[in-house]
């Protein structure tokens, strides 16, 4: 792979708690706003412009995505951001209820996402797609990490864990109470070692991030299309920003649907649609049901769960799948998972409780099986879709610590305070 250090903008070490945020895509509107509210000067005011403006605005109007500029610069004018033009690669590591990860951020080609070495198991959804593309071109920067997951490398790891030994440049805990570690990886000897060990990891596969990462390959395109003959190939653009970890560290959680209605079917009929689809269904109950086996749904309707089960499932279809294939659009009509506004998803450690509010009295919501690792990489390398939000990786990376330019176009976040030391 083509793995190289990056130049980027990023808070000092004293404001780095304050100023970085949750991703943008962990919270719903509301969610998104008061958490703004609580915390003003945080990145997710710039990564959500949205919540600088009244709840009825048009939240893809062109004025949003110009906020998202100015408040970035803002943060680069009181000197919240500094900008490092030293190219490094910097370690991420990230620690909570006794599980720990460590990865490595950097630039990765987008040719080698586009050609595959960089593998996918998601579609995209087309809005948020072109939030984030209008994102990039506003504020001239990728500012979130795509996650992204390599077969275990044990002389990678010896180099990591090397590199761990100095001191860090960010080391707090978050409100959740997962630490953040970040060092600057920035003697020369110390990145070319790193460089030439990504060279062998020949694949490495979107663990978190497919919109953002559609999204930077979208912003190059354009670039490259506009540059014409100008383009070389190593600007900026051509690559976007990744956090790469090794798969056996990360940990997937279940992302579980809710759909808004049951498309005008009465319990009765459900239960037999289900049925006639090959789908066991077992009796009410007011327990939660949380899947916990391969080819076993909880399903929460008409104000109570049951336990479903796919009598055939052989392992070869991830349960994302078996629920859409054989409930989500024959049953439930709904068609496009990207797409269909009546579809929505609940990912990590929510409650039942959560899932219950969401369906309510006229929707029915679904538990989910956590997908595997192994299973997202054999997906991936055999060309399968899973669809959308078929995993949820915890804990989250941070976004607002390193920030990278892609836009060479001028630019008042240029102003930002240089940062001094190449140590």
């Excluded at 006229?362 to 939000?389: I, N, Q, S, W, Y």
Aim: with cysteine; charged share 25%; glycine share 8%.
């Amino acid at each position: 792979m083509h793995v190289e250090p990056i130049t980027c903008y990023r808070p000092r070490p004293e404001a780095a708690p304050e100023f970085a945020s949750p991703p943008y895509d962990v919270f719903d509107e509301h969610e998104a706003r008061d958490y703004v509210a609580r915390h003003p000067r945080s990145f997710l005011a710039i990564d959500r412009p949205e919540t600088s403006f009244p709840a009825d605005h048009d939240p893809h109007a062109d004025d949003v995505y110009e906020r998202a500029h100015e408040l970035l610069a803002a943060r680069v004018t009181d000197g919240t951001l500094l900008r490092d033009g030293t190219r490094c690669y910097y370690l991420y590591r990230l620690r909570s209820q006794g599980h720990e990860q460590t990865g490595i951020v950097a630039a990765c080609s987008v040719d080698d996402y586009n050609n595959g070495i960089v593998g996918r198991h998601e579609l995209t959804r087309e809005d948020k797609e072109t939030d984030r593309v209008r994102h990039i071109e506003a504020t001239g920067c990728q500012t979130s990490p795509v996650l992204l997951a390599y077969r275990d490398n044990p002389v990678l790891e010896v180099l990591i864990e090397a590199a761990k030994a100095a001191e860090p440049l960010y080391d707090f805990s978050d409100e959740r109470g997962v630490r953040h570690t970040i060092w600057r990886v920035a003697r020369p000897a110390a990145v070319e070692s790193l460089r030439m060990m990504l060279e062998h990891v020949d694949r490495a596969y979107i663990a978190d991030g497919h919109h953002r990462a559609a999204a930077a390959a979208h912003v190059c395109r354009d670039m490259r299309t506009g540059e014409k003959d100008h383009c070389s190939g190593n600007e900026a653009y051509n690559y976007l920003l990744c956090a790469l970890f090794p798969a056996s560290q990360l940990t997937i959680l279940p992302y579980h649907r809710v759909v808004a209605d049951v498309a005008g079917l009465s319990e009765d009929k459900l239960v037999a649609a289900l049925a006639d689809a090959g789908i066991a269904v077992g009796e009410r109950q007011d327990e939660p049901v949380l899947a916990s086996g391969p080819g076993e749904f909880g399903m929460y309707a008409f104000g109570a769960w049951r336990r479903l089960w796919v009598s055939d499932a052989d392992g070869s279809t991830s349960e994302a799948e078996l629920l859409q294939e054989r409930v989500l659009g024959p049953i439930l009509g709904i068609m496009d998972a990207r797409g269909d506004a009546r579809l929505s998803f609940v990912g990590g450690s929510s409650s039942p409780k959560e899932l219950e509010h969401r369906a309510g009295e006229k929707g029915v919501a679904f538990t989910m099986c956590a997908l595997t690792m192994g299973d997202l990489m054999r997906a991936a390398d055999e060309g399968r879709t899973l669809p959308p939000k078929s995993t949820w990786f915890e804990p989250k990376l941070l976004s607002g610590l390193l920030i990278r330019r892609v836009n060479h176009r001028e630019s008042v976040i240029d102003g930002a305070l240089p940062h001094r030391s190449d140590s």
